[in-house]
């Protein structure tokens, strides 16, 4: 993937845990999206005092300095970019000072610089479907968010998200003919693990072909995936599915796992997790 860098023009804060990162300057000059609404950027957070400057190359940086000087690499969904004003918003969550991406959008401020790497992505809404589907948490909400401007107008979405509390919601514009449901939890890890499925499971399917979209935490994706195939009947390749974390896991370790992860929970119902 190319490598950009960019500068921090605002940082501010959505809700109680998610902030927003607008980018911009020349480093971003060819930058260019894939006709995706969940597409990504990887992006590159240096160790404190790292001996290199803030712009830098990733690949470089790895082969010739020890590992404990890598940027940490994380995955960003791109909320909006905008090639008029060459602005590029990513929405990050942050739990407290736990991890390396939460903590940096948390004392991001303008002028700093960020290196990244992409884009990447393969969902967009298909045009065709009779209905929609969206299914997430607060890491899942920029996709949902992007994804939700491009559904058609007048089509049905359904959309069913997790969250804190009521403070943790934002507003959700589209041109379709929206359900939002916003579900909160409650402390216990236990039943809110499950809001979802069962919310799902209570729901009245709208009639025709649905095109899904269900990313969020690994376990809530998992048995959220395993219902639709096999109780709901929606075809594999009319769902984009993918865990992007998983409780009681550090980044790094969920990285180190969730190849076999997402190999297992293939191997459960149908094959290949977009």
């Known amino acids: 993937m190319p490598t950009w860098h960019a500068t921090v023009e605002t940082a501010s804060w959505l809700t109680p845990v998610l902030v927003r990162v607008v980018l911009r300057g020349d480093g971003l000059a060819g930058f260019a999206m894939p006709d995706a609404t969940d597409a990504y950027v990887n992006v590159?957070?240096?160790?404190?005092?790292a001996p290199y400057g803030p712009v830098f190359v990733p690949a470089e940086v790895?082969?010739?300095?020890?590992?404990?000087?890598?940027?940490?690499?994380r995955r960003y969904t791109?909320?909006?970019?905008?090639?008029?004003?060459?602005?590029?918003?990513?929405?990050?969550?942050?739990?407290?000072?736990?991890?390396?991406?939460?903590?940096?959008?948390?004392r991001a401020e303008a002028g700093d610089v960020l290196v990244l790497e992409g884009p990447g992505?393969?969902?967009?809404?298909?045009?065709?479907?009779?209905?929609?589907?969206l299914v997430g948490d607060e890491s899942a909400l920029p996709a949902i968010a992007a994804s939700l401007e491009a559904v058609p107008a007048g089509r049905r979405a359904v959309v069913r998200l997790v969250c804190d509390g009521p403070d943790h919601e934002v507003d959700l514009p589209s041109p379709a003919d929206l359900d939002v449901g916003w579900l909160h939890r409650s402390g216990d890890p236990g039943t809110d693990g499950t809001l979802l499925l069962h919310a799902l499971e209570e729901l009245d399917l709208p009639a025709g072909r649905v095109h899904a979209f269900v990313h969020g935490e690994a376990d809530e994706v998992r048995g959220i995936r395993r219902h639709l195939l096999t109780d709901r009947g929606i075809a594999r390749a009319d769902m984009s599915c993918s865990p992007y974390w998983r409780?009681?896991?550090?980044?790094?370790?969920?990285?180190?796992?969730?190849?076999?992860?997402?190999?297992?929970?293939?191997?459960?119902?149908?094959?290949g997790a977009a």
């Open 247 to 271: 409780r009681t896991m550090t980044d790094e370790a969920w990285r180190r796992v969730k190849r076999d992860f997402v190999a297992q929970m293939d191997a459960e119902v149908g094959t």
């Open 62 to 73: 790895r082969e010739h300095h020890p590992e404990e000087l890598w940027p940490a690499r």
């Open 44 to 49: 590159a957070i240096p160790p404190q005092d």
């Open 121 to 133: 992505g393969g969902y967009r809404p298909d045009p065709d479907a009779d209905w929609h589907l």
């Open 78 to 106: 791109v909320r909006r970019w905008e090639p008029a004003s060459g602005r590029l918003t990513l929405d990050v969550v942050v739990h407290g000072d736990e991890g390396v991406g939460g903590p940096w959008a948390a």
